[in-house]
């Protein structure tokens, strides 16, 4: 019997699926954050070899035993991201044949009624792909705030931070952050805060806490909270429906990466190009722990009101699948052509 392994790497923890030929899982592991974009190589390639030896000596197998491995992974925005990490995991993989494609489309495999759509991500990071109805994949850059992304943990910190010093200070609406921040930084008060920021930065600036309490607070009625998840998914809302429209317009395609998707379940037909997306209902498919988990919907709620004003017609489908698993559905089909 053959077995593959599908693996989803993101910027917290990387989570690796190892299924038999029949699609049965048999093992899981989770390890270490895969995202070259903030870690070195080395440590990279160190987290992933620790996924992928965990799962072999689980199930007692050997490399000669796995017929594909298939990786979903944040960070890899481009063609030239492929090439890295292909050569950063050429030694962990060596014989073994693998794939690495963006993260966004092992969730929307975890989907298997969908096969053309829009798919988001929204986790530590925020990200948009869409497959149009002729079979082309286009995705974002999905890179920082300043090059026209949402750094969706990052950026729900750095507006809690913002609002929670200015309540302090009285120079802005009064909002629970103010008492929360400290208490979420092991800190007496804001002024412990600010020299947190100062001395040890990223036990702040990377504290996942602090977005989920605006979740929280935002749920239990903090305006100040509930107007920034408001925010956060109105943007989220432009950048979806801009792009949808832009791409499935008669208009020239747009300077994005654009490939031909040759993952496309057998006997699916395509709808027709010339349909339009104002006569078809467009499947989008939700993933990430900010769409699926989180306290308040408000985000949710912004997003699709703003989307609803470019794309008339989408259905949203909540992925409550684990992303890897999508991955372990692309890991068989590779192998199956492999086969072939």
Known sequence: MAYVIGIDGGGTKTQGIL??????????????PTNHEFLPAEEVQKNM???????????QLSEDEISFVHIGIAGCDSLQDEKRLTEIFLPVFGRIPYKIEND?????????SVSWGGVAVCGTEFNFALQDPEGRRHTLRALRYEQGNLPATKMLIREALHYGFRSEEHTGPKT????????????KDIEGVLSRMQEEPEKVYENGKIAKEIFLLAREGDKV???????????MGEIMGNFIRYTLSDAKRPLVRSTLDAGC????TLPDANTGMDQQELPIVLSGSMFVKAASLLHLDAMTLALRK?????QLIQNRAVPAEGACVKALQQSARHRD
Do not use: H
Not at 49 to 59: G, Q, S
Not at 176 to 187: H, N, Y
Not at 265 to 268: A, K, L, R, T
């Open 19 to 32: 299924c038999d030929d029949l699609g049965k899982q048999k093992y899981s592991y989770t390890g270490g």
């Open 49 to 59: 070899r620790e996924v992928l030896e965990n799962l072999l000596l689980r199930a």
């Open 104 to 112: 966004v489309w092992i969730a929307m495999a975890c989907v298997p």
């Open 176 to 187: 629970r952050l103010e008492t929360r921040i400290p208490e979420l930084c092991s800190v």
């Open 225 to 235: 909270c509930q107007d920034i998840l408001i925010s956060f998914g109105n943007s």
């Open 265 to 268: 379940p057998d006997g699916y």
């Open 310 to 314: 470019y794309v008339p017609d989408f």
